[in-house]
């Protein structure tokens, strides 16, 4: 069965601190992996998309890895901000279907 | 661009009444599809559409319809609204589905609904 599992259900850090989201995936057949950021009472926005053959992507102080044979993905935050307090989603479109895998993500909280 | 656009941000309804969530893009996309969101839960998939005249059945379609006359629109109906529809949607679109080209999918505001 095509499912996305993100740990852990909520993390809370103090800011200027990093950390890492995890997302375990058994999506088959696998093209690539989204990442998004959803805040409170809007909708989500995509921050990164890992392809298959990507390891490493960048997108500010976010960083995603992707291990496509452990089929683990994780999310880095360098540097938290207050305005990284959101959700943090984990998205894989599987091949063969039109349907979207979403994990039920990660919920950090930055406190000054 | 507007991007994708949700109408209304707020509903109430009462259990019974229908209504239309209105959904609409001005990027030409071609996916098009319509999640709830409730606490604790992933985003799940009411109806997808993938393109003008084509739409299917998601995860979670019961009590809700939906149709795609033009590229731009795709509104979603609540038949006869009932409490467990309480919830949360969002329309999301992108130029195609994103498993070979990785296409960005763009996500509305969201509306938030209530049936009492």
């Known amino acids: 069965k095509n499912q996305v599992e993100q740990s852990p259900q909520s993390l809370i850090i103090l800011e200027g601190k990093n950390c890492t989201l995890q997302?375990?995936?058994?999506?088959?057949?696998?093209?690539?992996l989204r990442w998004y950021k959803q805040d409170t009472g809007r909708g989500p926005v995509s921050l990164t998309i890992m392809t298959f053959s990507e390891n490493t992507k960048s997108n500010g102080r976010y960083t995603a890895t992707l291990d496509a044979d452990t089929k683990q993905s994780s999310l880095h935050i360098t540097a938290s901000q207050l305005s990284d307090s959101a959700s943090y989603i984990c998205v894989v479109p599987p091949g063969g279907t039109y349907k979207y895998i979403f994990g039920t993500g990660t919920r950090l909280k930055v406190l000054a | 661009n507007a991007g994708v656009t949700q109408t209304p941000k707020f509903q109430v309804l009462k259990t019974g009444q229908s209504m239309t969530l209105q959904c609409a893009q001005d990027?030409?996309?071609?996916?098009m599809s319509w999640y709830r969101q409730d606490p604790g839960m992933g985003l799940r998939l009411i109806h997808y559409s993938v393109g003008a005249g084509i739409t299917d059945q998601g995860e979670v379609p019961n009590g809700y319809n939906v149709s795609r006359s033009t590229t731009e629109d795709f509104p979603l109906r609540l038949l006869s609204a009932a409490p467990s529809q309480t919830s949360v949607y969002f329309c999301?679109?992108?130029?195609?589905?994103?498993?070979?080209?990785?296409?960005?999918?763009?996500f509305g505001p969201g509306t938030r609904l209530t049936v009492t």
């Open positions: 999301a679109s992108s130029y195609s589905f994103g498993n070979r080209n990785g296409y960005e999918q763009y």
């Open positions: 990027m030409n996309h071609e996916y």
């Open positions: 997302c375990n995936y058994t999506v088959s057949p696998f093209s690539n």
